[in-house]
């Protein structure tokens, strides 16, 4: 019985920057892999980071540079914070996650099993 609950959202000017938190229940041990998706309107979700559970990342190209993920094992929660936003990085965001050692394909949607309800992000030129 995972949750994963989102927060953060909200609507910010471009070039502004937010700090989106997930936290989760259910998992063990900090074993997990987490990842922030996004999708807007018309398009399909996609990827913009994860961390596996050495800590290991992978950012979409789109995001690298500007956004960074990190969790807090202690606290079963996930962060992402994200600078310099644009008005392309409109979308809703979700937090997702697994109970797994690693993953070959830590971007892709069906790695996950578990996922939140979003939050809503709009940047404003």
């Known amino acids: 019985q995972v949750q994963l609950v989102e927060s953060g959202g909200g609507s910010v000017q471009a070039g502004g920057s937010l700090r989106l938190s997930c936290a989760a229940s259910?998992?063990?041990?900090?074993?997990?892999?987490m990842a922030w998706f996004r999708q807007a309107p018309g398009k399909e979700r996609e990827g913009v980071a994860s961390?596996?559970?050495?800590?290991?990342?992978a950012y979409a190209g789109s995001v690298k540079g500007r956004f960074t993920i990190a969790k807090d094992n202690a606290k079963n929660t996930l962060h992402l914070q994200m600078n310099s936003l644009k008005p392309e990085d409109t979308a809703m965001y979700y937090c997702?996650?697994?109970?797994?050692?690693?993953?070959?394909?830590?971007?892709?949607?069906?790695?996950?099993?578990?996922w939140g309800r979003g939050t809503q992000v709009t940047v404003s030129s």
């Open positions: 961390i596996d559970p050495t800590g290991s990342t």
């Open positions: 259910g998992y063990f041990y900090g074993r997990y892999s």
């Open positions: 997702a996650a697994v109970y797994a050692v690693n993953t070959a394909t830590p971007l892709m949607r069906n790695e996950y099993k578990y």
